[in-house]
């Protein structure tokens, strides 16, 4: 190989939420680097989700990915299109990937477009956020495909239960690794001033304890629970606000009204705090004292509560995915149902200064440096693994060199990653 290596990531398309942040992150952070060059395809240029319109060119992580120099396309398909892929489309991927030596695909969903496209042999790495790969419908049997197919040549778990998960639901254990997520340091730590900033715009008083709910208005997420334990709340902390952040969480929801009407919250304006999407998550966590995930299945490693307890505020979650462990020693689980999630989050705020000071001296085990590093590692391995083999001069198998496809090639085993170390 010679020259900077090119990887291609596939997305299904822009919107608010923690995968396209993380991967971002990470293009970001090996785009001109390491000896690789990073572009992307955008499956829809606008996307509708969560009762929210979402159009690519609006989307923060498209904003900072073509800032800083990627190239970044769409096939333009609208947010209602779901249409099967035209030859059009199929031959359009074909040569990109042409040109490309690495494909990443952001979750399964890209993959029935990559299983049918020709790819020239190259190696193609899926990357999973989920646990629950039996809802993840058509997407997840294309996944099987490119997996028994030869297609794909490794899938980045993002957490331990979606390892676990995804095995168990058949994909082959060696073509699994596990790359926990991480985040920037530097912009997710405790803010005074952000805090008052925050507090001051929502008429939140200083003192006033307050929980944050960052999540999309999604079946998975449990909104419902979360407001029901909001009630309890309220009612046990009359001096208490919450407030909900993410795509859907804004009054223009019917669906989230309601919701909270239906549990008397529509009266409680002033204290219940609708915020839909922010550019600004590091000042909203920083305002609050807790920071809830109430998710009835699929979290794998929610960011939300890595954010969060890393801007100082407790983090208080069901046992869904790998938010055991995230929270261990940081935080509180807390058992799926209102009155219980309520009395957990009045806990946290006593038990406050004891888990500061915890994640005070654990945070460098949360640093995104780590994560990107091992994904470049990955890449790279990946692509040495699999593209080219060169035949010796006057071979009896003939001159020159020999591209072998991924099918031909025998899966390779586990990348052993490089081992944590503090950033």
């Known amino acids: 190989m010679t020259g900077s290596m090119r990887v291609l990531s596939i997305y299904e398309g822009f919107f608010s939420g923690g995968a396209r942040i993380l991967h971002t992150d990470v ?25 929210t319109y979402q159009p690519m060119h609006e989307d923060a992580c498209y904003r900072r990915l073509t800032a800083q120099g990627l190239a970044v396309d769409t096939l333009g398909r609208g947010a209602d299109e779901r249409t099967p892929y035209t030859a059009g489309e199929i031959e359009r991927l074909s040569a990109l990937a042409a040109q490309t030596d ?5 979750k399964e969903q890209p993959l029935g477009l990559v299983n049918r496209a020709d790819l020239h042999g190259r190696p193609v790495i899926t990357c999973l956020h989920r646990s629950d790969p039996e809802n993840q419908g058509p997407a997840f049997e294309e996944l099987r495909r490119a997996a028994f197919g030869g297609q794909l040549a490794a899938a980045v778990c993002c957490a331990e239960s979606t390892r676990d998960a995804y095995a168990a ?22 803010s005074r001033r952000g805090r008052a900033v925050v507090r ?6 200083a003192e006033a304890p307050v929980v944050v709910f960052a999540a999309r208005y999604d079946r998975m997420k449990n909104v419902p629970l979360f407001l029901a334990a909001a009630r309890e709340f309220l009612d046990l902390r009359p001096d208490a606000h919450v407030m909900l952040c993410g795509a859907g969480m804004t009054p223009a929801n019917q669906g989230l009204l309601a919701d909270l009407a239906a549990l008397g919250l529509a009266a409680e304006r002033g204290r219940v705090h609708l915020l839909g999407v922010r550019g600004d998550p590091e000042a909203i966590y920083a305002a609050a ?6 998710s009835a299945f699929g979290e794998a490693a929610p960011l939300c509560l890595i954010e969060g307890m890393l801007c100082g505020a407790v983090p208080v979650a069901t046992d869904v995915g790998d938010c055991a462990s995230i929270v261990a020693g940081h935080g509180l689980i807390a058992e799926p149902e209102p009155a219980a999630l309520a009395h957990a989050w009045i806990e946290a705020l006593g038990q406050h200064a004891h888990f500061f000071q915890a994640m005070t001296r654990n945070r460098y085990k949360f640093s995104r440096t780590r994560m990107i590093m091992a994904y470049g590692s990955l890449i790279r391995k990946t692509h040495r693994k699999s593209v080219r083999v060169l035949i010796p001069a006057g071979a009896a198998a003939g001159k020159g060199s020999v591209t072998l496809t991924a099918a031909s090639l025998t899966v390779p085993p586990p990348v052993a990653l490089e081992p944590f170390r503090v950033a």
Request: aromatic content about 2%; overall charge positive; charged content about 20%.
């Open 102 to 106: 690495v494909i990443l695909t952001l």
């Open 200 to 205: 001051a715009s929502l008429g939140i008083p």
């Open 169 to 190: 639901a058949g994909v082959p254990e060696e073509l699994l690794h596990v790359i926990p997520n991480g985040v920037d340091l530097r912009r997710f730590k405790p």
């Open 289 to 294: 004292d807790v920071v809830a995930l109430t």
């Open 27 to 51: 293009l970001s952070g090996l785009h001109g680097r390491r000896g690789q060059q990073h572009s992307l395809l955008s499956i829809h240029s606008e996307v509708r989700r969560e009762a």
